[in-house]
């Protein structure tokens, strides 16, 4: 089969033969009556290093199944990455795993993380909730790790692993980090029937635009530099692959596999002014940083083993298939930030500053 086919059957059949138990849950989440949560407490606040620097390390699809041989690279990708790096917080943009034990095979892709002390924050995937538990419960089991700054679903916010984390420096909030819930799969029925990734939905771009109108407010009417995870991509980047120049770096190995509803997510990042940068996983042979108009659209580094489809090696797509992460440093008070792609056993790529 080509190389998504089985992972989009894989959608299909959670939707129409399991009932997407993930989906039909998650959805009671949203009231529809489009009323927001007022808080504005980040689910986690975090200072900078002594000498004013931050190291982010990004994890995505090491699907990862435990007892599974295909794994084991996986699992000596993270703990190499994690002893190589020492990065002050990681997040993981999903499909943490990728068969049954489902339970135990999250947990023991992310032990290592929290067996270092290291805070970690997951925005789950669409494959997370596929083999058995639901989405609440795999998320559950992943806060009680040691470690993990997420919080509770929110209630009346579409979703589960909807959280803020704030990077703070001389007792203000310095950058935000926004993690969204991009979900599963969805199917709309309609004059035409859409079977479709999901999207970020109406009562999430409500909860992001309530933190971001704060964070302005509290900066005296500035916006605060910001990132958003999420696992699968934003529509608009077909658009923006498609623009000449707007490649910067990176494999571009396969075509972005989006949700086909527009989310309106990007509309409300242009308008509040505040993010700059969408990072995701979801689309295994791609490692690219693109630029469109004022946003970095960013994907990390495909940080899996043999459980699934990846093509990427040491030199793009060609030589020894290669798992890795994606990294990020911040300085405080400095609005860009600096990306690179470290490789399992080493090797750097795409050493950026945007």
């Known amino acids: 089969m080509k190389r998504r086919s089985f992972l989009k059957n894989a959608a299909w059949a959670s939707v129409l033969i399991t009932g997407a138990p993930a989906l039909s849950s998650c959805l009671r989440k949203e009231d529809g009556t489009g009323t927001q949560p007022t808080g504005t407490e980040p689910s986690a606040s975090l200072p900078y290093r002594a000498d004013g ?57 992310l032990r290592p993380i929290a067996d270092r002390g290291i805070p ?114 934003l529509r608009e980047i077909e658009e923006a692959l498609a623009t000449p120049g707007s490649l910067l770096a990176g494999t571009n190995g396969e075509p972005p596999c989006p949700s086909r509803i527009n989310s309106g997510l990007l509309a409300q990042f242009r308008e509040l002014q505040d993010v700059q940068a969408i990072v995701t996983g979801h689309d295994h042979d791609c490692d690219y940083v693109l630029r469109y108009g004022n946003m970095y659209y960013i994907y990390g580094r495909f940080s899996g083993c043999d459980t699934v489809y990846n093509h990427l090696g040491r030199e793009g797509m060609g030589g020894e298939k290669v798992s890795g992460c994606r990294l990020f440093e911040f300085k405080a008070g400095e609005a860009g930030f600096r990306t690179w792609v470290r490789l399992y056993g080493g090797e750097v790529q795409q050493d950026l500053h945007l």
């Open 53 to 109: 620097s931050f190291k982010l390390l990004q994890f995505t699809d090491t699907h990862y199944i435990a007892g599974d041989p295909r794994s084991e690279r996986a699992l000596r990708c993270v703990e190499e990455a994690l002893d190589a790096e020492k990065p002050d917080l990681v997040i993981h943009t999903g499909d943490t795993l990728f068969g049954k034990p489902d339970q135990e095979s999250a947990l023991e892709i």
């Open 120 to 233: 970690f924050a997951v925005a789950l995937g669409n494959h997370d909730s596929q083999f058995g538990s639901s989405r609440e419960t795999i998320f559950s089991l992943i806060r009680d790790l040691p470690g993990c700054l997420n919080t509770a679903p929110k209630d009346g916010v579409y979703g589960s692993s909807n959280d803020v984390i704030t990077l703070t420096a001389d007792g203000k909030t310095d950058r935000v980090l926004y993690l969204f819930d991009s979900m599963d799969a969805v199917i709309l029925k309609g004059e035409e029937e859409i079977h479709s990734y999901d999207y970020i939905r109406y009562s999430q771009l409500g909860w992001y635009r309530t933190y971001s109108k704060h964070f302005t407010k509290e900066n005296g009417g500035t916006p605060v530099p910001s990132l958003a995870f999420f696992h699968i991509p």
